[in-house]
C-alpha cells in the first residue's frame, strides 16, 4: 500500500489519471503544473464568447473510460453529459464528393457496397478482425507493463502478435481486402490519431476500425475540456492537491534515489517523483546528465509522431457544409506522409480536420456563430516563422471556402494559430511534436521509454511516450499501468 509522498510533474491526462490512481492508493499526492490549467495537450481557450478545445477533440474507446472510471467505483456520466455522434464525421473526397459516416452499422456497410461492389462483405469480414485484434491487444498486451525484451518474447505474445498483424503494414493489410482507395483512406486516417502513417505502422492498428465503427464517436457536452475536469474533480475527491504556474525545474536525486523537485518557486520533499512532461524533454533539461535513462542520441534516433498548425476560429455565422467533425483527404495523400515522415517539410498540398463542436454544442460558440478548429499534421523541427503561418492559414481557409462554398475569411471573428514553437513554449514539446512518439513496430510495447527510470530510485514516467502510447485513452492505460507497477514495487 502507499502511504508516501508523490510528485507528479504535469497535469495532462497523464498526469491527472496517475494523480488520481496513486491518492486512492493511499499516498500524498501534489501535481504541479507549468501551465495555468489542468489537461496539457487537452486545455481549453477562452476568447469573446467561444470555447476552444485546444488539443484533442475525439472522445473514442469509451471502454477506456469506463474502466478508470470503475477503479474509483464511478462512472464517466457522473461527471459528464456524454452524446453519441450521429453522423459520426463527414469525409471530404472533394467539394461535391463527400460521404457521411453513420453511428448505424448498417447505413456504413451500404455506402462501402455503393463504393466498391462486395465491399459489404469484405467490411464485415475486415470488422470482425478488428474487432478480435481489439479484445486480444486489450487483454494481453496494451494493459501490461514491457520493462524487459523477454516480456515482450513470450511465445503466447509471439503467436498473438503474428495474430495481431504486428509484422505487416497497415496500408497493405487494407489492400488485401479493399480496391476503392475511398475505402482505404477511410479506413487507415485513424492511424494520424496514434501519430503514424498506414504505410509504416503495424497492421495492428486496424483494430482502430472496430473503436470507430463499431464503438462509435462521442461526445461530452461543452467539449474534451469536460473531461479533463472530470479527472480532475475525480483526483481533488482523492485528496490530491495541485499547483499551477509553477514549472519544475529539476528533479533533485540524492545517493541515486529521488528525493523531490525544485520549482521556479520552491523546492518540495518527496519519495516517488513521476514525469508526465514529454519524456525527451524532461530528461534532458531536468535530470543531470549522469541520472538519464536514455542519452540525446537516442532520442535523436526516434521517429517522432508529427506536429500540428492548427487553427482556432470564431465565426459570426454557422458554416452550412461541416458537420461536427470533417475531414479532408487530399488525393496524393501518400505525398502528405512522406513530407511528414520520410522527408519533413511543409506540405504544398494536404489532408486536414476541421471540427466545429458548437453544431453540437452552441454554447461553446457566439450566438449563431461558429466555433472550428483545424488540424493539419505537419512533421516535427520545421521552422515555424510568421510568413510561414501566415501563407497557410490563407492556403487553408481557401480550401475551406472551396469545400464549404461560402465565404469564411470574412466571417472570422476570433482567430489564433498554434504550431511547433507553441508546443514547445507551452508544454515543453521535444522538437515541437504535437504527438509525441510514433506508433512504429520498433518503437511498441518495450521498444517505448521505460516506466521506471534505470538510473534513479523512484523516478517514474507516464504519459504519451510510454506503452501503449498516444491519444488520451492510451495516455490513461500508461498511468493504470504505472499506478501498478507503484503498487506492486
Ligand atoms: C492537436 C491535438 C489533437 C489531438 N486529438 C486527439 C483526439 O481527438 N483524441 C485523442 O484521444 N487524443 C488526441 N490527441 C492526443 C492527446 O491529446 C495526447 O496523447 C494526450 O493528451 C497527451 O497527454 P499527456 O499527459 O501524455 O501529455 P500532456 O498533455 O502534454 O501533459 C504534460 C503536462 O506536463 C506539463 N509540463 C511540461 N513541462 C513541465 C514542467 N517543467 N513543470 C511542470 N509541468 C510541466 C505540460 O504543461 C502539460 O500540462 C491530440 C493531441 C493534439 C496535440
Same mark, same amino acid.
Given at each position: 500500500m502507499g502511504e508516501k509522498k508523490v510528485i507528479i510533474v504535469g497535469s495532462g491526462f497523464g498526469g491527472l489519471s496517475a494523480a488520481g490512481l496513486l491518492a486512492r492508493d493511499g499516498n500524498e499526492v501534489l501535481v504541479i503544473e507549468k501551465n495555468e490549467q489542468p489537461g496539457g495537450r487537452a486545455s481549453i481557450w477562452e476568447k469573446d464568447g467561444f470555447i476552444f478545445d485546444m488539443g484533442p477533440s475525439w472522445y473514442l474507446m469509451p471502454d477506456v473510460?469506463?474502466?478508470?472510471?470503475?477503479?474509483?467505483?464511478k462512472k464517466p456520466e457522473q461527471y459528464m453529459d456524454l452524446v453519441r455522434l450521429d453522423p459520426s464525421y463527414r469525409i471530404f473526397f472533394d467539394k461535391d464528393d463527400f460521404v457521411d459516416i453513420s453511428?448505424? *452499422?448498417?447505413? %456504413? *456497410?451500404? *455506402?462501402?457496397e455503393q463504393i466498391e461492389p462486395g465491399a459489404k462483405e469484405k467490411m464485415r469480414e475486415y470488422l470482425k *478482425?478488428?474487432?478480435y485484434e481489439y479484445d486480444i491487444?486489450?487483454?494481453?498486451?496494451?494493459?501490461?507493463?514491457y520493462k524487459h525484451l523477454i516480456d515482450f518474447l513470450k511465445p503466447k505474445l509471439i503467436v498473438e502478435g503474428t495474430k495481431l498483424h504486428m509484422f505487416q503494414k497497415l496500408d497493405g493489410f487494407a489492400q488485401r481486402f479493399f480496391k476503392s482507395e475511398?475505402?482505404?483512406?477511410?479506413?487507415?486516417y485513424t492511424i494520424v490519431f496514434l501519430g503514424g502513417s498506414p504505410f509504416e505502422s503495424p497492421a495492428l492498428y486496424c483494430l482502430m476500425s472496430h473503436v470507430d465503427f463499431n464503438m462509435g464517436v462521442w461526445f461530452p457536452k461543452g467539449g474534451m475540456g469536460k473531461l479533463v475536469e472530470a479527472f480532475y474533480e475525480l483526483a481533488k475527491e482523492q485528496g490530491v492537491k495541485f499547483k499551477f504556474n509553477e514549472p519544475v525545474e529539476k528533479i533533485l536525486v540524492e545517493n541515486g534515489k529521488v528525493v523531490g523537485v525544485k520549482t521556479t518557486n520552491n523546492k518540495y520533499k518527496s519519495n516517488i517523483v513521476v514525469v508526465n512532461a514529454d519524456y525527451a524533454w524532461a530528461e534532458q533539461n531536468l535530470l543531470e546528465e549522469k541520472y538519464r535513462s536514455y542519452s540525446e542520441k537516442y532520442w535523436e534516433k526516434r521517429k517522432f509522431a508529427p506536429s500540428a498548425y492548427l487553427l482556432y476560429l470564431g465565426l459570426d455565422k454557422p458554416l452550412k457544409r461541416f458537420i461536427h467533425h470533417n475531414l479532408y483527404f487530399y488525393? %496524393?495523400?501518400e505525398k502528405h506522409f512522406d513530407d511528414i515522415f520520410k522527408n519533413p517539410k511543409w506540405p504544398e498540398d494536404f489532408s486536414y480536420y476541421v471540427s466545429c463542436i458548437s453544431k453540437t454544442d452552441k454554447k461553446t460558440a457566439i450566438r449563431n456563430g461558429e466555433n472550428v478548429f483545424v488540424f493539419i499534421p505537419v512533421a516535427t523541427g520545421l521552422n515555424d516563422n510568421e510568413i510561414t503561418r501566415e501563407k497557410y492559414f490563407n492556403k487553408?481557409?481557401?480550401?475551406?471556402e472551396f469545400l464549404a462554398g461560402e465565404n469564411i475569411k470574412d466571417h472570422i471573428v476570433v482567430k489564433r494559430i498554434f504550431a511547433h514553437k507553441d508546443f514547445s513554449n507551452r508544454y515543453n514539446s521535444y522538437k515541437g511534436t504535437a504527438l509525441g512518439l510514433a506508433h512504429t513496430l520498433k518503437q511498441t510495447a518495450v521498444f517505448r521509454p521505460r516506466h521506471d527510470s534505470k538510473k534513479v530510485k523512484n523516478l517514474y514516467y507516464t504519459g504519451h511516450y510510454n506503452?501503449?502510447?498516444?491519444?488520451?485513452?492510451?495516455?490513461? #492505460?500508461?498511468?493504470? #499501468?504505472?499506478?501498478n507497477l507503484i503498487k506492486h514495487k
Open positions: 473510460f469506463e474502466k478508470y472510471f470503475a477503479e474509483f467505483g453511428a448505424d *452499422l448498417k447505413k %456504413n *456497410l451500404d *455506402l462501402f *478482425l478488428s474487432e491487444a486489450m487483454k494481453d498486451f496494451i494493459y501490461k507493463d475511398k475505402i482505404r483512406k477511410i479506413l487507415e488525393p %496524393n495523400w487553408t481557409i481557401e480550401h475551406m506503452h501503449p502510447g498516444i491519444g488520451v485513452p492510451m495516455v490513461i #492505460i500508461s498511468s493504470q #499501468i504505472l499506478s
